[in-house]
T-cell receptor
């Protein structure tokens, strides 16, 4: 049973370019979360999605950032017109359903995409 | 909002026992989780407490006191491979997202 998959693992962009990060949840998981981690810091929640729906985007910057989880295919985190401050590790996590139903908070993390903006 | 406090770094020797504390403030509370992250790696789930008391999973145990808004992760029989960052995380009632602490870097020496 494959785990959460993310690609690319490393992404280098110049200022002003677009970054597109992909995440395929674990098989059977319908909930996807994106987190950002700056060096030497904890993970910061960005957005929570279910298929075709954004449920909670309270951690997403208001501009340049968007996320989607289409009916078919991976979840995409898109960063337009990247700036140096966007350099970070972006982690995707998935869970099988609502934590209240599952009785646990377990989220399964992918290996992350390390974005470097030159 | 939610906030969590952890020590920034803990050092110990192989075979020892170490405790990593976490205090939290949250407007509602559903549970406290612990994750391990090696340098350059992904966070890996270790333990979860929704109720007061101790949960044991092999060499790792986690404790929660809801009345004190406090929990800890206990690592026994430390091994070199336990050198990593450890994060506590809370999920507030009604929300799915996890809010993470800033992490505790554990350094295990021979």
């Amino acid at each position: 049973n494959a785990g959460v998959m993310q690609n690319p693992r490393h992404l280098v962009r110049r200022r002003g370019q677009e970054a597109r990060l992909r995440c395929s949840p674990m098989k059977g998981h319908s909930h996807v979360y994106w987190y950002r981690q700056l060096p030497e810091e904890g993970l910061k929640f960005m957005v929570y999605l279910q298929k075709e729906n954004i449920i909670d985007e309270s951690g997403m910057p208001k501009e340049r950032f968007s996320a989607e989880f289409p009916k078919e295919g991976p979840s995409i985190l898109r960063i337009q017109q990247v700036v140096r401050g966007d350099s970070a590790a972006y982690f995707c996590a998935s869970s099988p359903g609502l934590a209240a139903e599952a009785g646990t908070d377990t989220q399964y993390f992918g290996p992350g995409t390390r974005l470097t903006v030159l | 909002g939610q906030s969590l406090e952890q020590p920034s770094e803990v050092t110990a020797v192989e075979g020892a026992i170490v405790q990593i504390n976490c205090t939290y403030q949250t407007s509602g509370f559903y549970g406290l989780s612990w994750y391990q992250q090696h340098d350059g790696g992904a966070p890996t789930f270790l333990s979860y407490n929704a109720l007061d008391g101790l949960e044991e999973t092999g060499r790792f145990s986690s404790f929660l006191s809801r009345s004190d808004s406090y929990g800890y992760l206990l690592l026994q029989e430390l091994q070199m491979k336990d050198s990593a960052s450890y994060f506590c995380a809370v999920r507030a009632t009604g929300f799915q997202k996890l809010v993470f602490g800033t992490g505790t870097r554990l350094l295990v020496s021979p």
